[in-house]
Structure formats: C-alpha cells, structure tokens
C-alpha cells in the first residue's frame, strides 16, 4: 500500500520556538494532505486541508497564523507550530490522498512543548 | 460533526470473529462508508470501504445494510494485534473529501 512518512516522529521544545513537521508520500503523488491533532485518549480533530500549489483551508477555530502549512510539492507538505506554548503539545498527524478513494496516515509526530 | 454512531467499546476473544457495527442513519446516496483503525500512538490505519455493495479484502469484510443506515465490519480471525480503536466515516468517495473521525470503538481481543 501507499506509503506516508513524518519526520521527526517526536520533537520536544521550549515554549515559545518553532517547530515544523514534514509529511511526504513516498511511493505516490498527493495534490491534497491533510493535518490532524490528536490530544490524550481523544478522537483526531481535522485542522487543515493542504492543496499543492495553493493555499491551505483551515478548519473553523485553527488559528492559520499559528499552524503555518506550506504544500510546496506533490510529495511534501510541512507543517510549522509557530511560537509554541504548552498548550499545543499534541500528537500531529497527516494523511494524504493516494488514489482509488483512500487516504492513507502517517506514523504521527509527538511534540512537547515546556 | 461527526455523522456516525458507534458503541464506545466491545471486547472478542482471540481466534473468535470481532463484529463492529456502525449507524449511519443519515448517510447520503454518494457517501461511501469507510473503516479505519488506530493502534495506540500511531497513525491510523485503512482497513476497507464501500458504497452499498459487501466489501471484502485480506483485512476484513464490509457488509452494509440494504437501506445502507448501518453496517458491520467484521475481522473474521480477531488476533491480539488487532486491538486498536475502529472509526467508521462516511465521506463522498473522492480524496479531496476531508474524513471526520468521532470517537471510534475501542476493541479489546484478549487471548
């Protein structure tokens, strides 16, 4: 199956530094990913469409200042935690679309923010 | 929100059949049902989906109810790895469509 990559898989900062994730699609091209954040023993809430080329459409209450998305490439979308605080400290998780109606998931990166 | 209802958890023993069910009450004619699972602390998982026809593949079947308002996955063969939390979403079949999860059946197969 199609295979989705995050790096860095974990990533712990000081409150009030940038952080950025990197999505790829390693064995396909995707014109759209997705970003998700998932907080302890909760559901994954949907914060951002990324289309190739153009600009992301956050979802009603993601701040689009704060979580930077940059889709530069049909094979990478990053995501960048700008001036972090605790608060953000979650599990970031991307999907992308890979054909025949699916979407397939990252691994998920952890990020800690003290 | 979310447009599926599914039990917050079930158990099966190993070996034995896990039968997930999902109501979808208000689906649409072009949405498709689709299951993913989440094993703890990794990104989720595609297991199958389906419009209205039974689904099968090497993970599980799909049987989706003939006024298409519920279906089951079933994993025929529970093992201990197959203990996850299972989303059922319903989304128009074309990857630009967003999935929006709810809060999934944890299952639990003990041996």
């Known amino acids: 199956g199609a295979v989705v990559s995050q790096h860095p898989s974990w990533v712990i900062c000081k409150s009030g530094t940038s952080v950025k994730i990197e999505c790829r699609s390693l064995?396909?091209?995707?014109?759209?990913m997705f970003w998700y954040r998932q907080f302890p023993k909760q559901s994954l809430m949907l914060m951002a469409t990324?289309?190739?080329?153009?600009?992301?459409?956050?979802e009603q209450g993601v701040e689009k200042d704060k979580f930077l998305i940059n889709h530069a490439s049909l094979t990478l979308s990053t995501l960048t935690v700008t001036s972090a605080h605790p608060e953000d400290s979650s599990f970031y998780i991307c999907?992308?679309?890979?054909?025949?109606?699916?979407?397939?998931f990252g691994p998920g990166t952890r990020l800690t923010v003290l | 929100d979310a447009k599926t209802t599914q039990p917050p958890s079930m158990d099966c023993a190993e070996g034995r059949a896990a039968n997930l069910p999902c109501n979808h009450s208000?689906?649409?004619?072009?949405?498709?049902v689709y299951w993913y699972r989440q094993i703890h602390s990794q990104g989720p998982q595609y297991i199958i989906h389906?419009?209205?026809n039974n689904e099968t593949n090497e993970m599980a079947s799909l049987i989706i109810t003939e006024d298409r308002k519920s279906s089951t996955l079933i994993l025929p063969h529970a093992t201990l790895r197959d203990t996850a939390v299972y989303y059922c979403i319903v989304r128009v079949g074309y990857n630009t469509d967003k999935l929006i999860f709810g809060t999934g059946t944890r299952l639990q197969v003990f041996p």
């Open positions: 208000t689906i649409s004619g072009n949405e498709y």
């Open positions: 389906g419009l209205k």
């Open positions: 990324s289309n190739e080329g153009s600009k992301a459409t956050y």
């Open positions: 064995d396909f091209q995707a014109t759209t």
């Open positions: 999907s992308a679309d890979g054909g025949q109606d699916t979407q397939y």
